[in-house]
């Protein structure tokens, strides 16, 4: 119990940074460049799911909370928010580099994760041409949390922000944390090794657990032979750490998230059912 609660308090912590980042690029974005701000997102979003593609490896699942809030803020697309979900490695990449495993091995799955997120991002961005609403932006987010930061500068809007989203995961990550714990990892290990067309479906569903604990399971179970590539391969492309909390936290467009991972979730059992058909 007391680790879940450290755990928890680790976690929020280590999003902390992140978090003041993005909202100093969102209240930047808002304070300076004011209307210009759909002429910037459609100037550069032609690359956006190749740049949320490649940075989304970076371990850790920060930068995919990062998208999220910029995502909110209509300052990147839904491809490349997706696109960054699904390459987002979380814990997978220390996990293997600790258990020392080939190195070859982890470049095919981390460029795999990669180019599936950017394919899959640019076919969403293609098809989902839903114009940009300008009224979605860093000061609706301030009218749901009710901060006044009108009233304040860059920095200390971002840090009221981060403050107030920081508690909001501190407490939905202490939740999942005691539910993960009154479940079991054990129980969670056991009902992935039942080798059958469901276990693609439940692979990538643990992996939209927002907490490290579903890619350190699905990683283990791998690494000890126990779970195929094609499931490790679906719950990692679902896994977006806390990106998908952050995402209902800071958008309030529901259907839209639904949307956004429910194409994740799919995405993952596909590719997974079609990487162990062909291995």
């Given at each position: 119990?007391?680790?879940?609660?450290?755990?928890?308090?680790?976690?929020?912590?280590k999003?902390?940074?992140?978090?003041?980042?993005?909202?100093?690029?969102?209240?930047?974005?808002?304070?300076?460049?004011?209307?210009?701000n759909?002429?910037?997102?459609?100037k550069?979003?032609?690359?956006?799911?190749?740049?949320?593609?490649?940075?989304?490896?970076?371990p850790?699942?920060g930068?995919?909370?990062?998208?999220?809030?910029?995502?909110?803020?209509?300052?990147?697309?839904?491809?490349?928010?997706?696109?960054?979900?699904?390459?987002?490695?979380?814990?997978?990449?220390?996990?293997?580099?600790?258990?020392?495993?080939?190195?070859?091995?982890?470049?095919?799955?981390?460029?795999?994760?990669?180019?599936?997120?950017?394919?899959?991002?640019?076919?969403?961005?293609?098809?989902?041409?839903?114009?940009?609403d300008?009224?979605?932006?860093?000061?609706?987010?301030?009218?749901?949390?009710?901060?006044?930061c009108?009233?304040?500068?860059?920095?200390?809007?971002?840090?009221?922000?981060?403050l107030?989203?920081?508690?909001?995961v501190?407490?939905?990550?202490l939740?999942?944390?005691?539910?993960?714990?009154?479940?079991?990892?054990?129980?969670?290990?056991?009902?992935?090794?039942?080798?059958?067309?469901?276990?693609?479906?439940?692979?990538?569903?643990?992996?939209?657990?927002?907490?490290?604990?579903?890619?350190?399971?699905?990683?283990?179970?791998?690494?000890?032979?126990?779970?195929?590539?094609?499931?490790?391969?679906?719950?990692?492309?679902t896994?977006?750490?806390?990106?998908?909390?952050?995402?209902?936290?800071?958008?309030?467009?529901?259907?839209?998230n639904?949307?956004?991972?429910?194409?994740?979730?799919f995405?993952?059992?596909?590719?997974?059912?079609?990487?162990?058909f062909?291995?």
């Amino acid at each position: 119990m007391l680790d879940c609660l450290i755990d928890g308090l680790i976690d929020t912590l280590k999003l902390l940074p992140y978090l003041l980042v993005t909202f100093i690029i969102l209240e930047f974005l808002e304070h300076k460049l004011k209307g210009n701000n759909e002429k910037l997102l459609k100037k550069n979003k032609k690359f956006g799911p190749i740049i949320g593609g490649i940075l989304g490896v970076l371990p850790q699942c920060g930068f995919s909370s990062m998208a999220s809030s910029l995502f909110s803020g209509r300052v990147i697309t839904m491809g490349t928010l997706i696109a960054v979900f699904l390459s987002t490695s979380d814990e997978m990449l220390p996990i293997m580099l600790g258990e020392k495993v080939d190195i070859m091995l982890m470049l095919k799955i981390v460029g795999f994760k990669v180019l599936i997120g950017i394919t899959v991002g640019y076919l969403v961005d293609l098809l989902y041409r839903k114009k940009i609403d300008k009224h979605m932006h860093i000061h609706e987010i301030c009218d749901d949390e009710h901060c006044d930061c009108e009233h304040h500068g860059i920095l200390l809007s971002s840090l009221i922000h981060t403050l107030k989203i920081g508690i909001f995961v501190l407490i939905a990550n202490l939740a999942i944390n005691l539910v993960i714990y009154y479940i079991g990892e054990d129980n969670l290990k056991n009902i992935l090794l039942n080798k059958n067309i469901f276990t693609y479906f439940i692979s990538s569903g643990v992996g939209l657990i927002p907490n490290c604990a579903s890619s350190v399971i699905l990683t283990e179970l791998y690494l000890s032979n126990l779970l195929t590539i094609g499931n490790l391969m679906a719950g990692l492309l679902t896994g977006s750490g806390l990106g998908i909390l952050l995402l209902f936290k800071t958008n309030k467009n529901i259907k839209e998230n639904l949307l956004i991972m429910s194409i994740i979730y799919f995405v993952g059992v596909l590719v997974g059912i079609i990487v162990d058909f062909i291995i």
